[in-house]
């Protein structure tokens, strides 16, 4: 099952290529049996519980300078976790969403969006990552929330987002 957009998404495309463009998404995480879907899912409850909300930001600038920023709320509280922009979209499954988008595959540094981040009491967070590169068509779909930084985490949730790129 692809996960649709049930919260408010937005695009705002600014004034062309020469200014770049924004992307705004933000919902509110449901398991992926939720009668009515989400498209952020939440896989392990005791880490993102039904009902914690997510906001993802990416401006792209001109020459495609991307800035994406992660916001949560509601989420397991004084906790580390791992976050990735990946390939496809959220389902049903964990794995669904793909692998993680690489700007030049195979390449070893600076090549991933990590949004990696650690809560405070309240179960809020936030992470920004910024490149001089954009987003390709097509190949980034979601941003993956792991239970822990790093490359052996295990992913505890997924928020589809309709990510834009860089043309020409």
């Known amino acids: 099952m692809l996960a649709t957009l049930s919260a408010v998404a937005a695009a ?10 924004t992307v705004d998404a933000e919902g ?13 899912v939440t896989y392990d409850q005791s880490h993102v519980p039904a009902a914690a909300s997510i906001r993802v930001r990416q401006h792209t600038g001109a020459g495609g300078v991307t800035t994406i920023d992660l916001r949560i709320t509601g989420v397991r509280p ?21 692998a993680r988008y690489e700007n030049q595959p195979g390449a070893p540094d600076d ?14 967070g936030a992470a920004s990552d910024r490149h001089t590169w954009g987003l390709r068509r097509g ?5 993956v929330i792991q239970d822990r930084p790093g490359d052996a985490a295990t992913r505890v949730a997924c928020f589809t987002v309709p990510f834009g790129w860089v043309t020409g």
Do not use: K, M, W
């Open 28 to 40: 509110r995480f449901a398991p992926p049996t939720a009668f009515i879907p989400s498209a952020a």
């Open 12 to 21: 705002v495309l600014l004034g062309g290529t020469t200014s770049g463009y």
């Open 78 to 98: 004084h906790h580390s976790f791992g976050a990735s922009v990946h390939q496809r979209p959220c389902g049903a499954l964990p794995a669904d969403s793909g």
């Open 139 to 143: 190949e980034a779909a979601s941003v």
């Open 111 to 124: 090549n991933e969006v990590r949004l990696d981040f650690t809560t405070d009491a309240q179960g809020a």
